[in-house]
């Protein structure tokens, strides 16, 4: 199986310092090649080496909406699951235990991880949010946000504390 969209990004190809995201991970056929070299979008002239971010304009491909629209659509689909997965190993929880929690099956949570699945629910999400004991926020942003919330998609990025990882036992109104 070919690895994802956000899967590209994550890996890194040794040599280079660049990380590779082509058309066809993102179902297109009219966009060409992007890369994603040290935290800048930039496009390649060959689809097999990076060129330096100073040298392509990193908007070039953002101007194009099938990309853009293609771009979020990738980092909904596989944020989600890669998030819930992050949320579920550091709160050292099973597949099951989170499964238990918010109604489902150990095979529902493994459906939910899986970066191509695309199906969350909000109301799954909630339930998620509840279990983790974390908030779940929903918003509309501008691109560049959503291009620089990119950047780092690390397990420790994608994790969100619980209220009392985040503000300690006890009463907090007192």
């Not at 293609?70 to 596989?78: F, G």
């Not at 819930?84 to 499964?99: D, F, T, V, Y």
């Not at 918003?139 to 950047?151: D, T, V």
Request: some cysteine; overall charge negative.
């Amino acid at each position: 199986m070919a690895p994802t969209f956000l899967q590209t990004i994550l890996t890194e190809q040794q040599s280079t310092n660049t990380r590779v995201i082509s058309s066809s991970q993102l179902g297109l056929s009219n966009v060409s090649v992007s890369i994603l070299y040290q935290g800048q979008i930039t496009q390649p002239q060959e689809r097999s080496r990076a060129i330096p971010a100073n040298q392509r304009s990193i908007r070039q491909n953002w101007f194009d909406r099938e990309y853009r629209e293609a771009y979020m659509d990738a980092s909904i689909e596989e944020g989600v699951a890669w998030q819930i997965k992050a949320n579920r190993q550091k709160r050292e929880m099973s597949q099951e235990e989170l499964g238990r929690l918010i109604g489902t099956t150990q095979s529902g949570i493994s459906r939910a991880e899986d970066p191509e699945y695309g199906k969350h629910s909000l109301e799954t999400l909630v339930k998620m949010a509840h279990a983790f004991d974390c908030a779940l926020s929903v918003r509309f942003i501008p691109y560049s946000k959503l291009a620089e919330e990119s950047q780092d998609l690390s397990p420790a990025a994608l994790y969100a504390p619980s209220f009392e990882e985040e503000f300690g036992q006890g009463n907090v109104d007192g």
